[in-house]
Protein backbone atom coordinates (compact mmCIF):
# COMPACT_ATOMS: atom_id res chain seq x y z
CA UNK A 1 0.00 0.00 0.00
CA UNK A 2 2.86 2.39 0.60
CA UNK A 3 4.82 2.04 -2.17
CA UNK A 4 1.04 2.32 -4.64
CA UNK A 5 0.70 5.83 -2.56
CA UNK A 6 4.31 6.45 -3.22
CA UNK A 7 3.81 5.74 -7.08
CA UNK A 8 0.60 7.81 -7.32
CA UNK A 9 2.44 10.75 -5.32
CA UNK A 10 5.47 10.58 -7.78
CA UNK A 11 2.94 10.13 -10.94
CA UNK A 12 1.09 13.37 -9.81
CA UNK A 13 4.30 15.74 -9.27
CA UNK A 14 6.13 14.53 -12.18
CA UNK A 15 2.71 15.47 -14.12
CA UNK A 16 2.34 18.29 -12.59
CA UNK A 17 6.19 19.42 -13.15
CA UNK A 18 4.57 19.40 -16.85
CA UNK A 19 2.99 22.17 -16.47
CA UNK A 20 4.68 26.05 -16.97
CA UNK A 21 3.73 28.76 -14.20
CA UNK A 22 1.24 30.70 -16.91
CA UNK A 23 -0.47 27.20 -17.00
CA UNK A 24 0.03 26.58 -20.23
CA UNK A 25 0.63 22.93 -21.20
CA UNK A 26 3.28 21.35 -22.59
CA UNK A 27 3.27 18.39 -24.58
CA UNK A 28 2.40 14.53 -22.69
CA UNK A 29 0.34 12.24 -24.05
CA UNK A 30 -1.31 11.28 -20.55
CA UNK A 31 -2.52 14.63 -19.97
CA UNK A 32 -6.11 16.34 -21.32
CA UNK A 33 -6.11 20.01 -20.27
CA UNK A 34 -9.70 21.18 -19.36
CA UNK A 35 -9.84 25.57 -19.67
CA UNK A 36 -12.16 27.47 -17.50
CA UNK A 37 -14.99 28.77 -18.50
CA UNK A 38 -16.93 32.05 -17.15
CA UNK A 39 -20.18 31.60 -18.44
CA UNK A 40 -22.64 28.32 -18.17
CA UNK A 41 -24.20 28.69 -21.91
CA UNK A 42 -26.05 25.40 -21.84
CA UNK A 43 -24.96 22.21 -24.53
CA UNK A 44 -23.76 23.41 -27.49
CA UNK A 45 -22.69 20.99 -29.86
CA UNK A 46 -20.73 23.58 -32.58
CA UNK A 47 -17.44 22.76 -31.90
CA UNK A 48 -16.72 26.30 -33.84
CA UNK A 49 -19.03 28.39 -31.03
CA UNK A 50 -17.07 30.81 -28.80
CA UNK A 51 -17.34 28.35 -25.84
CA UNK A 52 -15.93 25.26 -27.38
CA UNK A 53 -13.49 27.70 -29.36
CA UNK A 54 -11.48 28.23 -26.27
CA UNK A 55 -10.70 24.51 -25.70
CA UNK A 56 -7.25 22.36 -26.52
CA UNK A 57 -8.89 19.50 -28.64
CA UNK A 58 -7.72 15.90 -27.69
CA UNK A 59 -8.11 13.12 -30.32
CA UNK A 60 -9.07 9.35 -30.20
CA UNK A 61 -7.46 7.63 -32.91
CA UNK A 62 -6.58 4.18 -32.07
CA UNK A 63 -8.35 0.97 -31.50
CA UNK A 64 -8.43 -0.98 -27.68
CA UNK A 65 -5.09 -2.36 -28.34
CA UNK A 66 -3.33 0.63 -30.02
CA UNK A 67 -3.48 -0.09 -33.45
CA UNK A 68 -4.18 3.37 -35.13
CA UNK A 69 -7.64 3.60 -36.87
CA UNK A 70 -7.83 7.03 -38.70
CA UNK A 71 -11.09 6.96 -40.15
CA UNK A 72 -12.49 7.00 -37.06
CA UNK A 73 -10.34 10.23 -35.23
CA UNK A 74 -12.59 11.77 -33.01
CA UNK A 75 -12.54 15.01 -31.35
CA UNK A 76 -12.91 15.92 -27.90
CA UNK A 77 -13.09 19.38 -26.00
CA UNK A 78 -13.73 19.67 -22.58
CA UNK A 79 -14.01 22.75 -20.38
CA UNK A 80 -15.19 23.34 -16.64
CA UNK A 81 -16.16 26.16 -14.12
CA UNK A 82 -17.35 26.04 -10.44
CA UNK A 83 -19.80 23.32 -10.66
CA UNK A 84 -19.60 21.07 -13.95
CA UNK A 85 -17.77 19.57 -16.32
CA UNK A 86 -18.23 19.70 -20.19
CA UNK A 87 -17.09 17.35 -22.43
CA UNK A 88 -18.03 17.67 -26.46
CA UNK A 89 -17.28 14.57 -28.73
CA UNK A 90 -16.78 14.81 -32.68
CA UNK A 91 -16.95 11.27 -33.87
CA UNK A 92 -16.90 10.93 -37.85
CA UNK A 93 -18.94 7.46 -39.40
CA UNK A 94 -19.04 5.27 -41.90
CA UNK A 95 -22.67 3.71 -40.78
CA UNK A 96 -24.35 4.01 -37.51
CA UNK A 97 -25.25 1.27 -34.95
CA UNK A 98 -28.75 3.16 -33.44
CA UNK A 99 -30.59 1.47 -30.99
CA UNK A 100 -34.61 1.23 -32.08
CA UNK A 101 -37.15 3.52 -30.67
CA UNK A 102 -34.64 5.66 -28.26
CA UNK A 103 -35.82 6.99 -25.00
CA UNK A 104 -33.73 10.36 -24.31
CA UNK A 105 -36.53 11.18 -20.77
CA UNK A 106 -34.64 7.99 -18.96
CA UNK A 107 -31.25 6.79 -19.24
CA UNK A 108 -31.06 3.63 -21.41
CA UNK A 109 -28.99 0.69 -19.72
CA UNK A 110 -26.21 -1.46 -21.91
CA UNK A 111 -26.14 1.30 -23.82
CA UNK A 112 -23.19 0.42 -24.82
CA UNK A 113 -24.40 -2.46 -27.05
CA UNK A 114 -24.60 0.78 -29.60
CA UNK A 115 -23.03 3.81 -30.81
CA UNK A 116 -21.79 5.83 -27.81
CA UNK A 117 -18.95 7.99 -26.89
CA UNK A 118 -17.73 7.13 -23.44
CA UNK A 119 -16.12 9.33 -20.47
CA UNK A 120 -14.68 7.18 -17.70
CA UNK A 121 -13.47 9.20 -14.61
CA UNK A 122 -12.41 9.27 -11.01
CA UNK A 123 -11.02 11.44 -8.38
CA UNK A 124 -9.66 8.60 -6.26
CA UNK A 125 -5.76 7.76 -6.12
CA UNK A 126 -5.36 5.30 -3.96
CA UNK A 127 -8.39 3.09 -4.91
CA UNK A 128 -8.00 3.49 -8.80
CA UNK A 129 -10.76 1.19 -9.04
CA UNK A 130 -13.53 3.31 -7.92
CA UNK A 131 -14.38 5.41 -10.92
CA UNK A 132 -17.59 7.38 -12.94
CA UNK A 133 -18.70 6.07 -16.51
CA UNK A 134 -20.93 8.54 -18.57
CA UNK A 135 -22.27 7.90 -21.98
CA UNK A 136 -23.84 9.10 -25.20
CA UNK A 137 -25.49 8.34 -28.27
CA UNK A 138 -25.51 9.86 -31.44
CA UNK A 139 -29.35 9.78 -30.60
CA UNK A 140 -29.42 11.82 -27.17
CA UNK A 141 -29.19 8.64 -24.91
CA UNK A 142 -27.62 8.24 -22.09
CA UNK A 143 -26.68 5.95 -19.30
CA UNK A 144 -24.29 7.25 -15.93
CA UNK A 145 -22.44 4.28 -14.01
CA UNK A 146 -20.89 4.04 -10.80
CA UNK A 147 -17.91 1.92 -11.10
CA UNK A 148 -16.47 -0.37 -8.99
CA UNK A 149 -14.36 -3.19 -10.00
CA UNK A 150 -14.27 -5.02 -7.30
CA UNK A 151 -17.71 -6.02 -7.20
CA UNK A 152 -18.74 -9.36 -9.84
CA UNK A 153 -20.93 -7.15 -11.38
CA UNK A 154 -19.85 -3.50 -11.74
CA UNK A 155 -22.40 -3.17 -14.84
CA UNK A 156 -24.89 -2.95 -11.60
CA UNK A 157 -23.79 0.85 -11.24
CA UNK A 158 -26.12 1.84 -13.71
CA UNK A 159 -28.33 2.36 -10.83
CA UNK A 160 -26.93 5.56 -9.82
CA UNK A 161 -27.54 8.98 -11.14
CA UNK A 162 -25.93 11.44 -11.18
CA UNK A 163 -27.92 14.34 -13.09
CA UNK A 164 -25.93 14.62 -15.68
CA UNK A 165 -27.03 16.25 -18.88
CA UNK A 166 -26.72 15.94 -22.93
CA UNK A 167 -27.24 17.13 -26.12
CA UNK A 168 -26.36 15.40 -29.72
CA UNK A 169 -27.27 16.18 -33.12
CA UNK A 170 -26.17 13.70 -36.27
CA UNK A 171 -24.95 15.72 -39.35
CA UNK A 172 -25.91 12.97 -42.26
CA UNK A 173 -24.07 14.59 -45.27
CA UNK A 174 -20.88 15.06 -43.16
CA UNK A 175 -21.01 11.70 -41.46
CA UNK A 176 -20.17 13.41 -38.28
CA UNK A 177 -22.31 12.92 -35.46
CA UNK A 178 -21.58 15.45 -32.22
CA UNK A 179 -22.53 14.70 -28.98
CA UNK A 180 -21.72 17.20 -25.56
CA UNK A 181 -21.97 16.25 -21.78
CA UNK A 182 -22.70 18.37 -18.57
CA UNK A 183 -21.43 16.84 -15.56
CA UNK A 184 -21.55 18.13 -12.34
CA UNK A 185 -18.52 18.00 -10.73
CA UNK A 186 -20.13 16.62 -6.90
CA UNK A 187 -20.48 13.28 -8.73
CA UNK A 188 -17.17 12.92 -9.45
CA UNK A 189 -15.97 14.12 -5.93
CA UNK A 190 -16.91 15.59 -2.80
CA UNK A 191 -15.08 18.97 -3.50
CA UNK A 192 -15.64 22.55 -5.05
CA UNK A 193 -13.90 22.45 -8.44
CA UNK A 194 -10.66 24.69 -8.55
CA UNK A 195 -7.37 25.33 -10.59
CA UNK A 196 -5.24 22.96 -10.65
CA UNK A 197 -7.87 20.09 -9.79
CA UNK A 198 -6.46 16.50 -11.05
CA UNK A 199 -8.58 14.12 -12.40
CA UNK A 200 -7.89 10.22 -13.68
CA UNK A 201 -9.71 10.01 -16.73
CA UNK A 202 -10.01 7.66 -20.31
CA UNK A 203 -12.00 8.26 -23.29
CA UNK A 204 -13.61 5.62 -25.55
CA UNK A 205 -15.74 5.28 -28.15
CA UNK A 206 -17.81 2.53 -29.93
CA UNK A 207 -18.51 2.62 -33.46
CA UNK A 208 -20.59 0.41 -36.19
CA UNK A 209 -22.41 -3.13 -35.85
CA UNK A 210 -21.35 -6.23 -34.08
CA UNK A 211 -19.91 -7.49 -37.30
CA UNK A 212 -17.76 -4.32 -37.98
CA UNK A 213 -17.56 -2.74 -34.89
CA UNK A 214 -14.56 0.20 -33.99
CA UNK A 215 -13.86 0.81 -30.45
CA UNK A 216 -11.73 3.78 -30.54
CA UNK A 217 -9.48 4.95 -27.32
CA UNK A 218 -7.65 7.80 -26.24
CA UNK A 219 -5.56 5.92 -23.77
CA UNK A 220 -5.85 2.78 -25.67
CA UNK A 221 -6.75 -0.47 -22.42
CA UNK A 222 -4.40 -2.76 -24.55
CA UNK A 223 -7.48 -5.59 -23.64
CA UNK A 224 -10.72 -5.90 -25.11
CA UNK A 225 -12.83 -4.43 -22.25
CA UNK A 226 -11.88 -0.42 -21.57
CA UNK A 227 -11.83 -0.72 -17.91
CA UNK A 228 -8.79 -1.16 -16.97
CA UNK A 229 -7.78 2.09 -14.85
CA UNK A 230 -4.02 1.16 -14.98
CA UNK A 231 -4.36 2.61 -18.49
CA UNK A 232 -5.91 5.80 -17.40
CA UNK A 233 -3.93 9.39 -17.96
CA UNK A 234 -5.34 12.51 -16.46
CA UNK A 235 -7.37 15.62 -16.70
CA UNK A 236 -6.11 19.24 -15.38
CA UNK A 237 -8.61 22.02 -14.33
CA UNK A 238 -6.45 25.46 -15.71
CA UNK A 239 -7.40 28.63 -16.05
CA UNK A 240 -5.69 30.86 -18.16
Not at 43 to 58: C, G, H, I, K, Q
Not at 162 to 171: E, H, K
Request: hydrophobic share 40%; glycine share 6%; proline share 5%.
Amino acid sequence: MLGLKISVIGFICVSTMLFTCCGEVLADDRIIQSNWADSDPGLDTNPASLFWRDSLPTYMDADAHGKPDPRYRTEVRTRWNSKSLYFLFVCPYEELNLKPNPNRSAETNELWNWDVAEVFIGADFTDIRRYKEFEISPQGEWVDLEIDLSKPHHEDGWKWNSGFQVSARIDEAAHVWYGAMKIPYSAIVNRLAAQGNMLRINLFRSQGSASARHEVAWRSPMSDSFHVPERFGLLRLVKK
